[in-house]
């Protein structure tokens, strides 16, 4: 199984901010290839606020009931104009959940298919890329009374792939578009954190206490 990430950040400063203090949270499964993967429109790999029911959040092979991610999301840091820095996250052990999707209907995860086209509303005529693509847009200052967090003004949309024929079957790919909307950011930083546990899924978190991550600097 490969999970591959691609970010791309575009530098638009729009004329007006809209906020919203409500918010639309919504979850999907993708369920075409060998990854079952959970994915939310918090930015998240895992159930986070959503009303996701499940026990398993990335199951490979299907049916096996073998976990292989705890918690998944972007971090994103930068420094604004007046010297300030700061960090926004999806997901982490130590912060509140920071990016949330707005309270529009449509502000829910788009499922498209390969060839069809959609009228997204912050992407007039998407068209679908893989067998299975999942779209959602966040921001991180669509709740703006978060514990210890102020905003970035980022607006993320999220795109993932996935296929239901080799060798891409036991791929997902994601595509991470970030927009600032209010600051010049400077010295911007991106990161994806992922906690990832990895054995028989069972009730609690101890199928996992043996699991530990490396990483080799002179590798990559």
Same mark, same amino acid.
């Given at each position: 199984m490969k999970v591959v990430v691609k970010i791309t950040a575009l530098i638009l400063i729009p004329i007006s901010?809209?906020?919203?203090?409500?918010?639309?949270?919504? %979850?999907?499964?993708?369920?075409? /290839?060998k990854v079952l993967q959970l994915v939310t429109n918090m930015g998240?790999? %895992?159930?986070?606020? *959503?009303? $996701? =029911? !499940?026990l398993i959040y990335c199951e490979y092979p299907p049916g096996s009931g073998e976990e292989h991610i705890g918690e998944g999301g972007i971090w994103i840091g930068g420094i *604004?104009?007046? /010297?300030?820095?700061?960090?926004?996250v999806t997901t982490g052990w130590g912060s509140f959940y920071e990016f949330y999707p707005t309270a529009n209907d449509w502000d829910t995860i788009w499922v498209v298919r390969r060839n069809q086209t959609v009228n997204i509303p912050y992407w007039p005529n998407y068209t679908g890329i893989s067998d299975q693509d999942f779209v959602c847009k966040y921001s991180d200052y669509n709740i703006l009374n978060i514990p210890n967090h102020k905003p970035m003004y980022l607006d993320?949309?999220?795109?993932?792939? &996935? %296929?239901?024929?080799?060798?891409?079957d036991e791929i997902i790919f994601y595509h991470f578009y970030?927009?600032?909307?209010?600051?010049?950011?400077?010295?911007?930083?991106? &990161? $994806?954190?992922? @906690? &990832?546990?990895? /054995?028989? =899924?069972?009730? !609690? %978190?101890?199928?996992?206490? @043996? @699991?530990?991550?490396?990483?080799y600097k002179d590798q990559h």
């Open positions: 901010l809209t906020f919203a203090q409500k918010t639309k949270l919504d %979850w999907k499964i993708h369920n075409v /290839g998240t790999l %895992w159930r986070a606020e *959503t009303n $996701y =029911r !499940g *604004t104009p007046d /010297g300030d820095t700061l960090v926004s993320v949309i999220q795109v993932s792939y &996935a %296929w239901s024929t080799p060798p891409l970030i927009i600032p909307t209010k600051f010049n950011l400077k010295e911007v930083y991106i &990161a $994806y954190w992922l @906690d &990832a546990n990895v /054995g028989l =899924r069972l009730p !609690g %978190w101890d199928f996992a206490t @043996d @699991d530990y991550s490396m990483y």
